[in-house]
């Protein structure tokens, strides 16, 4: 199956730096991926559509110069939290989708980046 | 925002019993999908059922569709331990590209 890629695992990091997310199709192009946002115990809130080539389209709500994505490859997406506070401490998520199931929607995860803003 | 809402928020269940979830959904859809999570894992996608299919089978799994309730339901029989996790539906929606999850529930299966 697709293998989506997904660094680091967790970062602690001090409030007011930036931290950077990459988000990878190891055996898949990926034209498109996703990111999400996840609480404790709670659903995943998408906050942004990554495009290849393209700019990000963000949802409402998701703050772009504070949640900066780029995807300069078609196996590669980065989400940068940009000076980060304790409130952005979450869970983040990316996932894509193989080109062939562009029309059933299944996607892929990968295993997801724990960030705690201290 | 989300659009799935999902009962129960959290299943309790004996291992080798049925576990039920319910999800439903506000607009037309192009398909639901069901996916899995571990507590603190990424997402692992088990089934997706299109709004022309009523029924789903794969393994333990059953899904079925009702798009005129807007609503589907996971069955996952003869519930083993290993089951414990919690299970997102996610829909697409007609002529949508995003995928958007449910709230999501909690299952626990005890040995």
């Known amino acids: 199956g697709a293998v989506v890629s997904q660094h680091p695992s967790w970062v602690i990091c001090k409030s007011g730096t930036s931290v950077k997310i990459e988000c990878r199709s190891l055996?898949?192009?990926?034209?498109?991926m996703f990111w999400y946002r996840q609480f404790p115990k709670q659903s995943l809130m998408l906050m942004a559509t990554?495009?290849?080539?393209?700019?990000?389209?963000?949802e409402q709500g998701v703050e772009k110069d504070k949640f900066l994505i780029n995807h300069a490859s078609l196996t590669l997406s980065t989400l940068t939290v940009t000076s980060a506070h304790p409130e952005d401490s979450s869970f983040y998520i990316c996932s894509a989708r193989v080109r062939t199931s562009r029309n059933t929607g299944e996607l892929f995860f990968g295993e997801g980046s724990r960030l705690t803003v201290l | 925002s989300q659009q799935g809402e999902e009962d129960p928020q959290a299943l309790s269940i004996q291992e080798g019993e049925n576990a039920t979830m319910n999800c439903s959904y506000k607009t037309s859809i192009n398909n639901l999908q069901w996916y899995r999570q571990n507590s603190g894992r990424g997402l692992v996608h088990l089934i997706l059922?299109?709004?022309?299919?009523r029924e789903k089978h794969s393994g333990r799994l059953r899904v079925t569709l009702d798009t005129s309730k807007k609503s589907s339901s996971l069955l996952i029989t003869a519930s083993r331990a290993a089951d414990t996790a919690s299970y997102f539906c996610a829909t697409v929606n007609t002529g949508g590209f995003k995928t958007i999850f449910g709230a999501g529930t909690r299952l626990f299966v005890k040995a």
């Open positions: 055996d898949f192009q990926a034209t498109t």
């Open positions: 990554s495009n290849e080539g393209s700019k990000a389209t963000y």
């Open positions: 059922i299109r709004s022309n299919e």
